[in-house]
């Protein structure tokens, strides 16, 4: 494995200005890109469908929207090898997908707060599932992006920076929605989210492409496309590469990518019904639950980056899973005692500190894993793997929680990461290993 867990004489610069450089600034902003669809299909959209009135089964199962994510892998040769038309020219590859997946989530944001879910679910899940297979494009390129723009050093403070960007959309995704909907609607609310794409949408009109380093490459234009080299190139190496490269090992890895956040899936799909459910108000929750929760997860992400040059990535995963298994239990703790603030403010400062960790731990450790011959393919591999599951479980959330009520369902959500932690010891183990020779 790439070692990553060397401090690197550039990480730690004392120079402030380091973080400013461009890249850094762009990633931010292309991460706050990233972050904005993610909640508006999915803890605020049950937010929306609680109020809807529509059943917490049914509810649930919109968590199926991330298999959008968990399938990117399908589609992801093409944003690594096809070039669009006139775009490509102008903007380059990465930038070209980049634009084209943010103007198509802006439209269907818009398309979607013109719908009611209570009379037209239908309509509205399609539109819905619009929104999530271009989010999901976009992380595809944006994964690429990050990855190809700076060396394997700085990928630890560029996936903070992707980080911070993507939390805040996170809280104007919630929160932001949340109050608007409040004092509006859930209508005007939506509007509001799809004019905030213009920050990625400008950032990626006026960043730099990154150089293409890729060994393989092949253009798809015209008659001069040969399906079956492209076939090989695009779709066939960059899996082939990954299980050469890490042989018996490479199961393993798939497994423990595939259990890291399946905890946070689960809980995370009813995280909103949960707080209207036990009497807190769409204020309270933008308050605490969202904004306050914003600043926790950004401190959590700067503790993430500083971990892994203190402490090296490899401790770091293991100090996640056990974070991600056992924040759950607050809810539980919660759920028993009622819609305290004070206890809503501790639940959020353990979860909301966890997901910023987690978050950057994770990203820093898939970055490590990816062939820069195969960049955007293989990344989108390893999110997809890390998202079928838990996305898969959560579509089911609702039902175990009405069998089992909420003090129940949120000890399962916690016992659901015990695998992770197992297997992250045996990552850790294995990284170690590699590390010595």
Known sequence: MKNLDQKTNVLQSSNWRFYFQEKIITL?????????PFPLVYSTLTGWLEEADIERSTISTFAWLGFAYSFKFLWSPL????????LSNWLGRRRAWLLVSQLGIACSLFLLSGIDPGHALKMFTFVAIAVALLSATQDIALDAYRIEIAEIEMQGILAASYQYGYRVAIAVGTAGAFLVA????WSISYKAMSLCMLVGIVTTLYCDEPED???NQISIQGKRAQFEQWLIIAVVNPFTDFFKRYGSQAIMLLLFISFFRVSDYILGILASPFYLDIGFSKTQIAGVAKFYGLWVSLFGTACGAAAILKFGLSRCIVVATILI???NLFFA?????????????????ADNFTMGFAGTIFIAYLSSLTNLSFTATQYALFTSVSTFLGKFAAGFSGDIQESIGWVGFFIYAALMGVPAIILSLLVAKKMQTAKKY
Not at 79 to 86: A, E, F, R, T
Not at 333 to 349: C, D, E, H, K, R
Request: aromatic fraction near 16%; glycine fraction near 10%; charge should be positive.
């Open 182 to 185: 409040e004092y509006g609607s």
């Open 333 to 349: 703790l919660m759920a028993y005692s009622g819609p305290f603030i004070s206890l809503l403010t501790l639940t959020i400062s």
């Open 325 to 327: 298994a056992s924040t």
């Open 79 to 86: 944003v690594d090898s096809l070039k669009l038309p006139v």
């Open 213 to 215: 380093k890729r060994y």
């Open 28 to 36: 931010f902003f292309l991460g706050f890109s990233a972050g904005l």
